[in-house]
């Protein structure tokens, strides 16, 4: 009984709280301060397209996005999100400043940005930019690349090349890249 009054307390004053307030207190400690993390085990989420965190947010929410570690960190974080959170969660990271790339091998990235930019047709791998955009910006549904940590999309592309992290235009490419394409890619996206 006692457990279930502080849970109540806790989903209260969460819902009372400001949206500022709320990521500073709970998204902050893995996604860090304005949604650039620290950590390559958690993506940034500054800058990313507000629809893209939204509907993010929601497969958290209802545990459809099953990939390993959404499950262990986000299942439970976003459980009590109520639509009008996740919008103005959304919105919040949307307009923060996304971080800048960091500099990487040369050849890796030159490589990688090859992919991104023209796919491997032989391998019937589709540009990424057509989705991701030029920029790797992100484009509504899809997210910005651009900056990422480079472990994090390595993580990211294994979970849809393995049909862990649903989504079937991407599962169809990234099943047909190999381990070093994708560190290629994952390189040259960290790099913007």
């Known amino acids: 009984m006692v457990a279930i009054l502080v849970l109540t307390g806790i989903a209260e004053a969460e819902e009372k709280a400001g949206v500022h307030d ?19 085990m958690f993506p940034h989420l500054a800058g990313q397209p507000a629809p ?4 993010q947010l929601k497969a958290f929410r209802d545990r459809s996005r099953a990939d390993p570690l959404a499950q262990a960190f986000m299942w439970g974080m976003a459980s009590r999100l109520t639509d009008e959170r996740i919008v103005e969660i959304a919105a919040y990271y949307a307009t923060q ?4 790339g960091k500099p990487a091998e040369r050849p890796s990235v030159a490589a990688g940005g090859k992919i991104f930019t023209e ?15 030029a920029e790797a910006a992100g484009n509504g549904a899809a997210p910005r690349l651009a900056g990422q940590h ?23 490419s990234a099943k047909n890249l190999t381990d070093f394409q994708i560190a290629q890619l994952a390189a040259y996206l960290s790099a913007r």
Do not use: D, F, W
């Open 22 to 40: 709320l990521v500073t207190r709970l998204c902050s400690t893995c996604h860090g301060a304005r949604g650039v993390s620290i950590s390559p």
């Open 52 to 55: 893209y965190l939204e509907a």
């Open 119 to 133: 796919g491997i047709e032989a391998q019937q791998v589709v540009a990424c930019q057509i989705c991701h955009g």
């Open 97 to 100: 400043a996304p971080p800048v």
């Open 150 to 172: 480079s472990a994090y999309l390595k993580k990211q592309m294994e979970a849809y090349a393995l049909n862990l992290r649903a989504n079937e235009l991407m599962h169809q």
